[in-house]
């Protein structure tokens, strides 16, 4: 069964500062890593995926994530912060259990920026 | 191109009412999802469905009822609401599998429920 865990359910840092959001997983075959982020009061948008074809993945508004096989991670981090970056930030698994290909969701960490 | 639409976006039940809650999407996907998000819980798989006239069960499907008679709709029923079914609900769908976008779900913008 494939499972995540978001470590840290509120981060704060300062504008500027470097964002890093942790997440590891748990995986029995090669997953496929999501991260979603959450704006008050909205749906998720999906900011980047690994699925297996390189380990640094790039997404968008400046936010990468590095796919560690032997730490069982997949951290995202942003060098910069920005204000607009304050959100709730989901990792996620898909599930290869059954036929259904759901994601299984870590209990997410919300981000604050301070100016 | 609407991609995943919910309607309604909120909604007030008392103890021991009905409603559907309606998901289309107009990508042609083949999976379709009812996830349901509480503070500090994440996501949770309620129902799902891997196409057209098929559902099944996900993770916490008690006092829900769902239904997928066309592809791109996919009704969710609660029959007696209770407060504990507060919350907030997403769709999701997701292209057929085998493809290689199979893996990304795409999110509607959820549905607020709450049950008094």
Request: aromatic share 12%; charged share 15%.
């Amino acid at each position: 069964a494939q499972s995540v865990t978001q470590l840290g359910s509120h981060v704060s840092v300062s504008e500027g500062a470097l964002v890093l959001l942790r997440c590891n997983y748990s995986s029995s075959v090669p997953p496929y890593l999501f991260w979603y982020v959450q704006y008050p009061n909205q749906g998720l948008q999906l900011l980047l995926k690994y699925t297996s074809a390189a380990t640094l993945v790039k997404g968008i508004n400046g936010f990468e994530a590095e796919f560690k096989k032997s730490e069982t991670s997949f951290h995202l981090t942003k060098p910069s912060a920005h204000m607009s970056d304050a959100a709730e930030y989901f990792c996620a698994v898909r599930n290869y259990g059954g036929s259904q290909g759901n994601l299984i969701f870590g209990k997410g960490t919300k981000l604050s920026v301070k100016p | 191109n609407a991609g995943v639409t919910q309607t309604p976006k909120f909604r007030v039940l008392k103890t021991g009412q009905s409603m559907t809650l309606l998901c289309a999407q107009d990508m042609n996907h083949e999976y379709m999802y009812w996830y349901r998000q509480d503070p500090g819980m994440g996501l949770r798989l309620i129902h799902y469905s891997v196409g057209e006239g098929t559902t099944a069960k996900g993770e916490v499907p008690d006092g829900y009822n769902v239904s997928r008679l066309k592809k791109q709709n996919f009704l969710l029923g609660l029959e007696s609401a209770a407060p504990s079914q507060t919350s907030v609900y997403f769709c999701a769908s997701s292209y057929p599998s085998g493809s290689g976008a199979y893996n990304e779900q795409f999110f509607g913008p959820g549905t607020r429920l709450t049950v008094l």
